[in-house]
């Protein structure tokens, strides 16, 4: 799997955008990238994913660049139950044997008023 | 769908117990994962199947720990004997091919 760097923390303010970053520089063509969140006490929590294409959903917005070697987890307008660990993940998907998710230490996002 | 269910959420053992920690994956997902978080380690993989078969078990940390899949809608992770390093929070995950995993709340175990 391609190896991921995220800045261990960062801060945001309440009802901002919160951009975390995602270095992915060995990715591969066929690896995607996937983003979950953890809140403290809680189970990872499945946010996007994508592998080429800008995606959006009703949680977050996935920019991955062009050359693919980095990408951006926007949260639109950041509240304070969106304090969390983000893990940034890049793997590839293959629906004959399952793929598993490998975590690194992610970003610890804080939400403030 | 009422999610990935895990029992217990809580489980308090003595060092030298079988411990067996319970997963009900979401109906229709074909992979199942089991992780481990520690604050040291982080979350860690330990196996995951597909299908019900196992594709890796490279994450187990060692004979005492075992997991099983007997069909798609069960499986049960075993620590015997367990010790106190085994305390931490077990996380069983399903998912289906076209999509993110989807976690359960956790076992939080505690080996005193």
């Known amino acids: 799997d391609a190896k991921t760097t995220q800045p261990p923390s960062m801060d945001c303010a309440e009802g901002r955008a919160a951009n975390l970053p995602c270095n992915h520089s060995t990715i591969s063509g066929n690896e995607y990238v996937y983003w979950y969140r953890q809140i403290h006490s809680q189970g990872p929590q499945y946010i996007i994913h994508g592998l080429k294409n800008n995606e959006t959903n009703e949680m977050a917005s996935l920019i991955i660049t062009e050359d693919r070697k980095s990408s951006t987890l926007i949260l639109p307008h950041a509240t304070l139950r969106d304090t969390a660990v983000y893990y940034c993940i890049v793997r590839a998907k293959n629906s004959n044997s399952g793929y598993a998710l490998n975590f690194g230490k992610g970003t610890s996002l804080l939400v403030t008023p | 769908d009422a999610g990935v269910i895990q029992s217990p959420r809580h489980e308090v053992t003595e060092m030298g117990q079988e411990v067996t920690l319970r997963c009900k994956p979401i109906?229709?997902?074909?992979?199942l994962f089991w992780y481990r978080q520690t604050m040291m380690r982080g979350l860690e993989l330990l196996i995951y199947f597909n299908n019900n078969v196992p594709i890796d078990d490279s994450g187990m940390p060692e004979d005492r720990f075992s997991a099983k899949m007997p069909n798609a809608s069960f499986s049960t992770l075993k620590i015997q004997p367990s010790e106190p390093r085994d305390s931490a929070v077990y996380f069983c995950?399903?998912?289906?091919?076209?999509?993110?995993?989807?976690f359960g709340q956790g076992t939080r175990l505690t080996v005193v």
């Open positions: 109906s229709g997902h074909n992979s």
């Open positions: 995950a399903s998912s289906s091919p076209a999509g993110g995993a989807f």
